[in-house]
């Protein structure tokens, strides 16, 4: 069974930064690409940044950068360096691992965490 559960999410003021993490347990972060996609309350899940399996980098150009994924191999863990935030960054922000398809499509993603929030405020 796989399992991802993403921490590091909080209040923080406009300019600041957070690092999110998500720990994989059931497979290993390098076997396919990972993702994060975010999602504000009335809207569809928003692509945000992917890592592939050979480590490839792409993000959304809203995040381009400002924000920056990672992996751990060693500790089986994706991370997401946000700095620079804006009011608009708030959203619960969520890790996935991909299955097929396109990379910014949300949906071609089999396995998402619970999320976690995060708050930036002036």
């Known amino acids: 069974q796989v399992q991802l559960v993403e921490s590091g999410g909080g ?3 406009v300019g600041g930064s957070l690092r999110l993490s998500c720990a994989v347990s059931g497979r290993t972060v ?4 990972m993702g994060w ?6 809207k569809e899940r928003e692509f945000v940044a992917v ?3 050979n480590g490839y ?3 959304a150009d809203s995040v381009k950068g400002r924000f ?3 992996r751990d191999n060693a500790k089986n863990t994706v991370y997401l360096q946000m700095n ?6 708030t959203a619960a922000y969520y890790c996935a691992a991909h299955s097929s398809g396109s990379y910014y499509n ?3 993603y089999s396995t998402w965490g619970q999320g976690t929030q995060v708050t930036v405020s002036s």
């Open 11 to 13: 209040l923080v003021q």
């Open 30 to 33: 390098s076997s396919s690409a």
């Open 37 to 42: 996609f975010r999602r504000v309350p009335g």
């Open 51 to 53: 890592i592939t399996w």
């Open 57 to 59: 980098t792409y993000y």
């Open 68 to 70: 920056a994924i990672s």
């Open 84 to 89: 620079s935030l804006k009011p608009e960054d």
């Open 106 to 108: 949300p949906n071609v």
